[in-house]
């Protein structure tokens, strides 16, 4: 049955994505989620409509299940950008801007209390306000290993384009959630203390 598929992230949960299906409007189902015990309107990440939308969820929770908090809940301590990635390839239609234009409107005080609340939260990591440029080589810390960067949040290895966490998982052999700036480092100095002056974290 054809139906959307979200990924959904909420200020008031860090590191916690949703991701589901409905076979009604996306806007609708985040409407129903923001109950009386959830402090912020979740945010929708990406959104699409896909051919098969049960095949399409369960694909995603069996990717997933080893980052799943609760078997019994559709969240997972992951990033967003690893299941857009692969929501992405599926989608017959996009239809994020029409949800987030939408989703705005469900409580428009919450909204404004969320981005306040988003500002006092670590940013994303981004390499170009972090004074990188594309091309840039970043050197792995435990080997010869070494990428470059690619845009703002993705880096170049082996011809592939990664986020730097799926990255640094890879080269060490594990999996599940992963903070990959402090294995690299940029002229001999760690991405980590570049990320933390960047945003003014000791």
């Known amino acids: 049955m054809e139906g959307s598929v979200y990924v959904l992230t909420n200020p008031a949960m860090p590191n916690m994505v949703k991701i589901g299906k409905t076979t009604r409007d996306v806007e609708l189902r985040l409407a129903d989620l ?22 399409t969820e369960k694909a995603f929770h069996t990717a997933f299940e080893p980052s799943r908090v609760n078997p019994k809940r559709e969240f997972f301590n ?17 239809v994020t801007p029409s949800v987030q234009d939408e ?14 609340f988003k500002k ?12 990188l440029k594309e091309g840039d080589v970043l050197k792995f810390g435990r080997n010869e290993e070494f990428c470059t960067i690619l845009n703002a949040r993705q880096v170049s290895y082996g011809g592939e384009s990664w986020f730097l966490s799926n ?26 203390d570049i990320y933390n002056e960047t945003y003014s974290f000791e």
């Not at 109950?35 to 990440?45: A, D, M, Q």
């Not at 992951?78 to 996009?94: G, H, K, R, T």
């Not at 919450?110 to 306040?116: N, P």
């Open 167 to 192: 990255l640094t998982n890879k080269l060490l052999d594990r999996t599940g959630p992963m903070h990959g700036a402090p294995y690299w480092y940029y002229n001999g100095k760690n991405l980590q």
């Open 34 to 55: 923001y109950s009386t015990g959830v402090p912020l309107p979740f945010e929708c990440e990406y959104a699409a409509k896909v051919k098969d939308v049960d095949k």
């Open 103 to 116: 989703a705005k409107k469900i409580d428009v005080e919450a909204t404004v209390s969320a981005e306040k």
């Open 120 to 131: 006092k939260r670590r940013p994303n990591q981004n390499f170009f306000e972090m004074g």
């Open 78 to 94: 992951i990033n967003p950008e690893q299941a857009i990635a692969v929501l992405s390839l599926m989608a017959i239609e996009d």
